[in-house]
C-alpha cells in the first residue's frame, strides 16, 4: 500500500480550518497562563507544560492539583489525572486510524503528538468528504500548538499583573471556564444522563475523601455509566 | 533519587514530564491499539461520555467548595454560554458574577 500523502499545500489548508476556532483557542491559553500564575508555576513551566502536554482541559485540572513541593506519589497522581482527561484522546486516535496506518511508523508517532480535538475533528471532516492527505491533520494540529504554546505567555503575565486574585474570582477562573464548556458539548439529555452521575459520585467523593480524588472517581463514575446506561 | 531531588525544583518538571508521556500515550495508544482489536460498543460509549463527565466531576465540587459566589458565577457562566455561545463573555460574566457577590461580603 503507498503511503498517504503529506504536503505543504494540505497543511496550508489545515491550518486555514482552524481560523474560526482562534479566538477560542487564544481565550482558553490565556485563561490557562492567568490561572497558572495563582498555582504558583513560573512561566517557563506554564509554557513548557502547553507545549509538551498540549492538552487544555488536562493542563486546567492539573492545576488544581499543584503544589510548591513534589514527591513520586504526588507526581504519580498528577499523571493519573492527566490519562483520565485525556482518555478521549485513546478514542480520537481509534477514530482515524485507518487514515492513518499505511503511514510509516516514524511519521505517525510525530502526527500524534499534535492530535487534538479541533485537528482531529476538522480531519474527520476532511476525510469523511474525500481527503486523504496528511497534511492537513499535521497543518492543523502544528498550527494550533504554536497558538496554543505561545498565547500562554500573555495569560500569564496579565495574571502576574493582578495583586489581589481572589477578589476578581480568578481563583476560580478554573471551574467558570470548564463548566463554559459543557455547553458545545451537549448533545441531548439523554447523553448528558453519565455527567449527573459523574456529578454526584465527584461530591460524595470530595465529602469522604481526601485531595482531589473526587475528579477520578467523578470521571470514572460517568464513563462506567455511561457504558452501562444504554444496554 | 529521592523525594528531596523532586522537593527542589526539579519536581514541578518531572509532574510537567509526566503529564506529556501519559498525555502521549493517550494519543498514541488508540491509534496502535485499532491496529490490533476492535473497540467494542461499550467502550466507545465509555470514552464518549467521559469529556462531559470530567467537566461536572471537576466543576461541582470545586465550586462547592469555593462558597456561593463560585457556584453562581459558575450558574452564570453557563447561562451566559448557552445565551451567546461565546466563551469570552461566558468567562467575564462568571468572573464579575463572584467579584461582585465577593465585593457584598457573601
Known amino acids: ?231 | 533519587m529521592t523525594d528531596g531531588f523532586l522537593a527542589g525544583p526539579a519536581g514541578a518538571y518531572a509532574a510537567i514530564l509526566a503529564m506529556a508521556v501519559a498525555t502521549y500515550l493517550c494519543r498514541a495508544s488508540g491509534v496502535v491499539l485499532m491496529s490490533r482489536v476492535r473497540l467494542t460498543p461499550r467502550v466507545t460509549r465509555g470514552l464518549r461520555a467521559l469529556p462531559g463527565s470530567i467537566v461536572v466531576a471537576t466543576v461541582a465540587p470545586l465550586a462547592a467548595q469555593a462558597g456561593t459566589p463560585a457556584v453562581a458565577g459558575v450558574l452564570i457562566a453557563l447561562a451566559t454560554m448557552i445565551a451567546v455561545r461565546w466563551e469570552l463573555a461566558a468567562l467575564f460574566a462568571g468572573l464579575a458574577t463572584v467579584a461582585l457577590l465577593r465585593a457584598l461580603g457573601l
Open chain 1, 1 to 231: 500500500m503507498a503511503s498517504p500523502p503529506l504536503t505543504f499545500a494540505a497543511a496550508a489548508h489545515g491550518a486555514r480550518l482552524c481560523l474560526p476556532l482562534l479566538p477560542g483557542v487564544l481565550v482558553f491559553a490565556t485563561a490557562f497562563g492567568a490561572a497558572a500564575v495563582g498555582k504558583g508555576l513560573t512561566l517557563a513551566q506554564a509554557v513548557v507544560m502547553s507545549g509538551l502536554v498540549y492538552g487544555g482541559a488536562s493542563q486546567m485540572v492539573a492545576l488544581e492539583l499543584w503544589r510548591d513541593a513534589w514527591s513520586w506519589p504526588a507526581v504519580l497522581a498528577v499523571a493519573t489525572v492527566t490519562t483520565i482527561v485525556n482518555a478521549r484522546m485513546i478514542l480520537m486516535g481509534a477514530a482515524i486510524q485507518p487514515w492513518l496506518a499505511p503511514a510509516p511508523k516514524a511519521r505517525n508517532a510525530l502526527q500524534v503528538f499534535f492530535l487534538t480535538d479541533a485537528n482531529w475533528l476538522l480531519g474527520s471532516r476532511y476525510h469523511a468528504e474525500g481527503g486523504r492527505d496528511h497534511g492537513m491533520l499535521l497543518g492543523a494540529g502544528l498550527f494550533l500548538w504554536v497558538v496554543w504554546t505561545f498565547a500562554t505567555i500573555p495569560g500569564y503575565l496579565a495574571g502576574a499583573l493582578v495583586t489581589d486574585p481572589k477578589r476578581l474570582g480568578l481563583d476560580v477562573l478554573m471551574p467558570i471556564f470548564f463548566a463554559a464548556m459543557l455547553v458545545p458539548l451537549w448533545k441531548g439529555a439523554r447523553l448528558a444522563r453519565p455527567w449527573a452521575i459523574a456529578g454526584l459520585a465527584a461530591l460524595a467523593a470530595q465529602a469522604l475523601l481526601p485531595g482531589y480524588a473526587f475528579i477520578i472517581v467523578g470521571a470514572v463514575a460517568g464513563m462506567l455509566a455511561g457504558a452501562l446506561l444504554d444496554d
